[in-house]
């Protein structure tokens, strides 16, 4: 969080002129920042949270600082007093704060990605976000794609004690996992079925979504995937918690 701080500042600069909004020692008033580029004189300081316009009033500037001086504080104090009597500011005007060399008007979504730094976002996430789906439903899809979701493979993963780790559709034995119960799994093949695409049996969810937006060629594609990923889920815990599996034609209906 400091660090964040600290670069944020860096990135700030303000033409001082009454002084009040701008901090004597942490802020970039002048050439750099005093905290950075004198640190034995700042060590020594009494106020660090001081305004320009306190210091600037100040007397006599060793008021400002805790004695004795080391030799190298006091040369750097030297070098202080002279970059303040080499500024120019106007008491009976506000400061102007500049951000990021650009312009004057600070945007929070700015300084963010400025601190933070961007990042490739894939396309995915954006059609998932700009779906016309419910929250829920967008939050689950998001999960699923994160390989977050409770399935039992996951819960065997946090060490939870289960009857059974396998798929609750099929026979086979197999485990389930999220690429077993949403793409490999007969039952989820059927359901996808009723749909009329095809989907890759190795390929992973996002592999998946994307094969099936294209085959379904609809504004509406992105809402069917996520819902129908929802109505096999809704099936899953149907067979789980209450051992009842339902037919292929009340996914589809509850899919609709």
Same mark, same amino acid.
């Given at each position: 969080?400091?660090?964040g701080?600290?670069?944020?500042?860096e990135?700030?600069?303000?033409?001082?002129?009454?002084?009040?909004t701008?901090?004597?020692w942490?802020?970039?008033w002048?050439t750099?920042?005093?905290?950075?580029?004198?640190?034995?004189a700042?060590?020594?300081?009494?106020? $660090?949270? =001081?305004?320009v #316009?306190?210091?600037?009033?100040? +007397?006599?500037?060793t008021?400002? @600082?805790?004695?004795?001086?080391? !030799?190298?504080?006091f040369?750097?104090?030297?070098e202080?007093?002279?970059?303040?009597?080499?500024s120019?500011?106007?008491?009976?005007?506000?400061d102007?704060?500049?951000?990021f060399?650009?312009?004057?008007?600070y945007?929070?979504q700015t300084?963010?990605?400025?601190?933070?730094?961007?990042q490739?976002?894939?396309?995915?996430?954006?059609?998932l976000?700009?779906?016309?789906?419910?929250?829920?439903h967008?939050?689950f899809?998001?999960?699923?794609l994160?390989?977050?979701?409770?399935? $039992?493979? =996951?819960?065997? #993963?946090?060490?939870m004690?289960? +009857?059974?780790?396998?798929?609750? @559709?099929c026979?086979?034995?197999? !485990?389930e996992?999220?690429?077993?119960?949403?793409?490999?799994?007969t039952?989820?093949?059927q359901c996808?079925?009723t749909l009329e695409?095809?989907?890759l049996?190795?390929?992973?969810?996002?592999?998946?979504?994307?094969?099936l937006r294209?085959q379904?060629?609809?504004?509406?594609?992105?809402?069917a995937?996520?819902?129908?990923?929802?109505?096999?889920?809704?099936a899953?815990?149907?067979?789980?918690?209450n051992?009842?599996?339902?037919?292929?034609?009340?996914?589809?209906?509850?899919?609709?």
């Open positions: 969080m400091l660090k701080l600290t670069k944020f500042k990135m700030a600069r303000v033409q001082v002129d009454i002084g009040l701008c901090q004597f942490l802020d970039k002048g750099e920042i005093l905290q950075n580029k004198f640190p034995q700042f060590s020594f300081a009494k106020d $660090k949270q =001081i305004n #316009r306190k210091a600037f009033d100040t +007397d006599n500037i008021d400002l @600082f805790n004695l004795p001086l080391s !030799e190298i504080a040369q750097q104090i030297q202080i007093q002279q970059q303040m009597q080499m120019s500011r106007n008491e009976l005007q506000e102007i704060w500049t951000y060399a650009q312009n004057s008007n945007r929070a300084a963010y990605t400025r601190l933070m730094g961007q490739p976002i894939q396309p995915i996430l954006k059609w976000w700009k779906s016309y789906c419910q929250p829920k967008k939050v899809f998001w999960l699923l994160k390989d977050r979701l409770s399935t $039992k493979n =996951i819960l065997r #993963r946090r060490k004690q289960l +009857d059974s780790y396998t798929c609750a @559709f026979t086979s034995g197999q !485990e996992s999220i690429h077993h119960l949403f793409w490999e799994c039952y989820a093949q996808w079925g695409p095809h989907i049996q190795n390929g992973d969810t996002t592999q998946n979504t994307q094969a294209i379904l060629r609809s504004q509406f594609s992105m809402i995937i996520i819902l129908m990923s929802w109505t096999i889920w809704k899953r815990n149907e067979a789980t918690f051992n009842r599996l339902m037919s292929i034609q009340e996914c589809k209906r509850a899919f609709f």
